[in-house]
């Protein structure tokens, strides 16, 4: 089903509403959506039929019109739809290991992404901490990129006010990120040159040996070594 660009929300509202047994108007549907009424709710009788459903969904329903409220809404769904069967979401990663980031932060703050620690204690609102949108919006002036590149992701005006900030880049590969980069680590790679583990899209940790050694550092002692230099400058004592 070809939807119409940049209405994945009313889409997805369009589906809640099916699922709740609301009586919707067939031509607001299709004129909002580019789907007539009749598809969606074919689709609906068998989303409720299956026995096990899963909504995959990626950057086009993130990075797009309504973004977080995009997923919001596939959140939402997928919830409505345990009402009458077994339905999970799962969004596709567009980076290797993004899910290990997510569930690294989720353990260590209780939350998986766009979470502020400026105060000394946690707190979340997509939307408005994400780094994306604190670029956007021109508040940051210095960055700390790992094993990323916004560069090539993010929006026009994140990337702009990322270009005109001095940040560090840590990569075991040039990118466009790090090409504009104040400073720039070559490090090691995970699983092939150093050990580390990795999450699967489905939240499976798979630990990995490395094949053979780097002359680069790994992204832990560099981080390392700038917390320990960190914490020189600033008269705090080492950590135990």
Not at 65 to 77: C, I, Q, W, Y
Not at 93 to 101: D, L
Not at 144 to 159: E, H, Y
Request: glycine share 8%; net charge positive.
């Amino acid at each position: 089903m070809q939807i119409k660009p940049r209405r994945d929300f009313e889409a997805l509202w369009t589906l809640r509403a099916l699922a709740k047994g609301l009586t919707l108007d067939a031509q607001t549907v299709e004129e909002e959506t580019g789907v007539p009424l009749a598809a969606w709710q074919d689709l609906m009788d068998r989303m409720k039929r299956a026995r096990f459903g899963v909504i995959l969904f990626g950057m086009g329903l993130t990075m797009t019109r309504g973004k977080h409220l995009n997923s919001e809404a596939v959140l939402a769904l997928t919830r409505d739809m345990n009402a009458y069967t077994r339905f999970v979401c799962k969004p596709m990663r567009g980076h290797g290991n993004v899910t290990g980031a997510d569930n690294v932060v989720s353990w260590r703050t209780g939350f998986p992404f766009g979470v502020n620690l400026s105060r000394g204690f946690p707190r979340f609102n997509p939307g408005e901490y994400t780094s994306a949108d604190m670029l956007a919006r021109g508040e940051a002036d210095a960055a700390l990129i790992v094993a990323s590149d916004p560069m090539a992701n993010f929006s026009q005006a994140a990337r702009e006010h990322l270009r005109r900030i001095p940040y560090i880049v840590l990569d075991p590969k040039e990118t466009y990120t790090s090409r504009h980069a104040a400073v720039a680590f070559c490090t090691a790679v995970y699983g092939i040159n150093v050990p580390g583990t990795v999450y699967r899209m489905d939240d499976v940790p798979i630990p990995l040996r490395p094949a053979f050694e780097s002359p680069f550092p790994s992204d832990y002692e560099v981080l390392s070594q700038i917390e320990q230099r960190v914490r020189a400058i600033k008269g705090i004592s080492p950590k135990a």
